[in-house]
């Protein structure tokens, strides 16, 4: 399984709402990452995740906030957003850094972000 | 710093033809990765293909190769005998180790290839 996962594909909130979302791989990757994409940009790189532990916070507002309760899942909890944060979140695993291979990171689909 | 340009916003190909995606770097580290990705209006980065730093020949995969010109720290991604789904955004990666577990990307600012029949 060389698949990562995101959900929801799409989730449209308001201000005040709160919202979460969903990354999951099963490749035994032990680096999770989350971007945030605006339309025609390069990902921004929000947070990373090594062996379960925030590792990197890119000075990410407290609306946003990570959480990797296990080695497979990764969740971005969402709360009083605003609209410019409408973007697409990337979630991205690797394999730990000193591993063999190209260490790249698989991406996931994505999840499309409209803050009303 | 790490350092990736790519120059070209666009690029127009017809299909069946090559196209080469143009990318320089820039970095004090001796030891790096390049990679290529590829980004359709789905949203979705599919990885295309590695260079290492200490890599001795070109990579390839398939119908795509990397032009790797270390001296002039360019890598530029070739796409052969080009097809209507390679229609996407084409983004250049440099890795960056950062920490025990984990390493970091920085990406340039892509290049939308359109494909026309």
């Known amino acids: 399984d060389t698949e990562v996962t995101q959900t929801p594909k799409h989730l449209v909130m308001g201000m005040t709402n709160k919202k979460s979302l969903k990354c999951e791989q099963h490749?035994?990757?032990?680096?999770m990452y989350w971007y945030k994409q605006k339309a025609k940009k390069p990902p921004e790189l929000m947070f990373v995740?090594?062996?379960?532990?925030?590792?990197i916070n890119e000075s990410v507002p407290s609306r946003f906030s990570p959480e990797c309760p296990n080695s497979s899942l990764l969740n971005l909890h969402l709360h009083a957003l605003q609209p410019e944060d409408s973007a697409l979140y990337l979630c991205?695993?690797?394999?730990?850094?000193?591993?063999?291979?190209?260490?790249?990171?698989?991406f996931g689909p994505g999840t499309r972000l409209t803050v009303l | 710093a790490q350092k990736i340009t790519q120059t070209q916003p666009g690029m127009f190909v017809q299909e069946k033809e090559a196209v080469t995606l143009d990318c320089t770097y820039d970095?004090?580290?001796?030891?790096?990765?390049l990679f290529w990705y590829k980004q359709p209006s789905s949203g979705e980065m599919i990885f295309l293909i590695y260079q290492g730093s200490y890599d001795q020949q070109n990579a390839t995969e398939g119908r795509y190769s990397l032009n790797f010109q270390k001296a002039r720290k360019s890598a530029n991604l070739v796409i052969s005998a080009s097809q209507l789904g390679d229609s996407a955004m084409y983004f250049c990666?440099?890795?960056?180790?950062?920490?025990?577990?984990?390493?970091?990307?920085?990406f340039g600012k892509g290049t939308m290839l359109l494909v026309s029949p």
């Open positions: 991205a695993s690797s394999q730990a850094a000193g591993a063999q291979g190209y260490n790249e990171q698989f």
């Open positions: 490749m035994g990757h032990r680096a």
């Open positions: 995740y090594s062996y379960e532990k925030l590792s």
């Open positions: 990666a440099m890795r960056e180790r950062l920490g025990s577990g984990y390493s970091t990307l920085t």
């Open positions: 970095t004090s580290d001796p030891s790096y990765g």
